[in-house]
């Protein structure tokens, strides 16, 4: 059984940063694509970012320059480097894994999401 846990979440000032970590287990790491996404209050969940099997990332444009997905894949565990941040990135932050190597940007072809954790950036 895939099992997705994040943590890292909470609160922060504008400009500061937060590291977000995702361990994975069930499955075999990396085979597969991973990501970030985010869900605000009233909002779709959006990318953030997703890194696949090759080692290919995508950022969204929001997040460019400020956000690093990167990987310690001997722990099994993805994660989230986020630096100045802003008042609009807070949301709820999920780890997804697909079930291929390349997923692209589409939330619909990632099948496990972690429960979530909280990020919220006061100005």
């Known amino acids: 059984q895939v099992q997705l846990v994040e943590s890292g979440g909470g609160s922060v000032q504008a400009g500061g940063s937060l590291r977000l970590s995702c361990v994975a287990s069930?499955?075999?790491?990396?085979?597969?694509?991973m990501g970030w996404f985010r869900q605000a209050p009233g909002k779709e969940r959006e990318l953030v970012t997703v890194?696949?099997?090759?080692?290919?990332?995508y950022y969204a444009d929001s997040v460019k320059g400020r956000f690093t997905i990167s990987e310690d894949s001997a722990k099994n565990t993805l994660f989230l480097q986020m630096n100045s941040l802003k008042s609009e990135d807070t949301a709820m932050y999920y780890c997804?894994?697909?079930?291929?190597?390349?997923?692209?940007?589409?939330?619909?072809?990632?099948?496990?999401w972690g429960q979530g954790t909280q990020v919220t950036v006061s100005s």
């Open positions: 997804a894994a697909g079930s291929s190597s390349a997923c692209g940007t589409n939330r619909y072809r990632y099948n496990y």
């Open positions: 890194i696949e099997a090759s080692g290919a990332t």
């Open positions: 069930g499955y075999t790491y990396r085979r597969y694509c």
